[in-house]
Nanobody, 117 residues
Framework: QVQLVDFGGGLAQPGGSLRLSCVAS????????MAWYRQAPGQQRELVAT???????NYADSVKGRFTISKDNAKNTMSLHMSSLKPEDTAVYYC???????????WGQGTQVTVSS
């Protein structure tokens, strides 16, 4: 049973930085694509960034140039470095993984990010 555990959220000031991490119980290289989603109160969950098995990344327009997604196969970890944070980045952030084989989708439990002065 694959498990994803995400952590690293917290309180940051506008313009500040945070780094989120997602640790997989297995190998992150077993995932065809991994991603970060976020969900703000009263809003639908939205895609923030993706990274595929080859390391290709994509970002939502709202975070492009400010957030960087990466993964470390040796540490079975995917990360999201967030900089120039804005109050509208406040949300619960979830890591997500889709394996090469099968149709299962795995989620982390979520980590709260709050951007406020």
């Amino acid at each position: 049973q694959v498990q994803l555990v995400d952590f690293g959220g917290g309180l940051a000031q506008p313009g500040g930085s945070l780094r989120l991490s997602c640790v997989a119980s297995g190998s992150v290289s077993s995932f065809r694509v991994m991603a970060w989603y976020r969900q703000a109160p009263g809003q639908q969950r939205e895609l923030v960034a993706t990274i595929d098995g080859g390391g290709t990344t994509n970002y939502a327009d709202s975070v492009k140039g400010r957030f960087t997604i990466s993964k470390d196969n040796a540490k079975n970890t995917m990360s999201l470095h967030m900089s120039s944070l804005k109050p509208e980045d406040t949300a619960v952030y979830y890591c997500n993984g889709r394996p090469w084989l099968g149709s299962s989708v795995y989620w982390g439990q979520g980590t709260q990010v709050t951007v406020s002065s």
